[in-house]
Every structure is written in C-alpha cells, then in structure tokens.
C-alpha cells in the first residue's frame, strides 16, 4: 500500500507554488534580458551569462515537475529519485552562486525546501 507522508505532500504543494513562480520569473528575465543586462550595468556588476538564464528556466521546471511529483507520488522510488536529483541541483545551483558572487548565509536557506521534500519521502511508505 503506497502511503505518502503529510510533510511531503505539504511541502510538494509549496514546491509547487515556488517552482510556478519560478517559471514566470525565468520566462520573463529570458524576454527581459537586456534589461537585466543593462540593470547589472548600472549596478557595476557583471551580468549573467545567458546560459544561466537558461539553467534557471530548467531548474524551475525541474521544481515544478518535482512537486508534482511528489503530491502525486506513484511510487516511492520515483519520489526518491526526483528528490535526489532536486536536491543536487539546488547544490549546484549554490555553488554556481558562491563561486561567482561569494558565499551569502541566506544562501542556506534555500536547502531547506529540498531537504524537508527528501525527508518527507524518507517518512513516506
């Protein structure tokens, strides 16, 4: 008998939300870029390549997808997978961040989404 947790269905449902968000952002930082580009500009910095704003676009797919997936939930090897895969993205997505603006502690906080997703499919039967 498949039973998810409650944690992970709460927490699909707010990944869900989030990953929507982050979709639309990416969409329109995509259509907007020179505008970014000339945003970063005027605040001396250096803007990002536009393959990020490709990798941000997936990752948030990828967010979406997850959610979906984990409110769904088929089967718990599934669940578990998109949850490990979620997790190393956000990962590199940090370290991505770290190396080319230094490390934030708030960049912290990011993680914790991914892991209350990994540990509500741990509780997961």
Same mark, same amino acid.
């Given at each position: !008998? ?15 939300? *989030?990953? %929507? ?10 259509? !907007? ?13 250096? &803007? &990002? ?6 990798? !941000?676009?997936?990752? %948030?797919? *990828?967010?979406?997808? %997850?959610?979906?997936? =984990? ?7 599934? $669940? *578990? ?9 956000? $990962? %590199? ?9 230094? *490390?934030?502690?708030?960049? $912290?906080?990011?993680?914790?989404? &991914?892991?209350?997703?990994?540990? =509500? ?5």
């Amino acid at each position: !008998m498949k039973k998810k947790s409650k944690l992970l269905h709460v927490v699909s449902i707010i990944i869900i939300v *989030f990953g %929507a968000l982050a979709v639309i952002s990416s969409i329109f930082s995509l259509l !907007m870029k020179d505008l970014m580009t000339s945003s970063y500009e005027l605040l001396g910095m250096t &803007p &990002p390549a536009t393959w990020y704003y490709i990798w !941000m676009l997936i990752l %948030a797919c *990828f967010e979406l997808a %997850a959610g979906i997936i =984990g409110v769904v939930y088929k089967s718990r090897k599934s $669940v *578990f997978i998109t949850a490990v895969i979620y997790l190393i993205a956000i $990962v %590199a997505d940090l370290i991505y961040a770290t190396v080319t603006s230094g *490390f934030s502690i708030t960049y $912290v906080i990011s993680l914790i989404l &991914p892991i209350l997703y990994l540990w =509500g499919v741990y509780q997961s039967e």
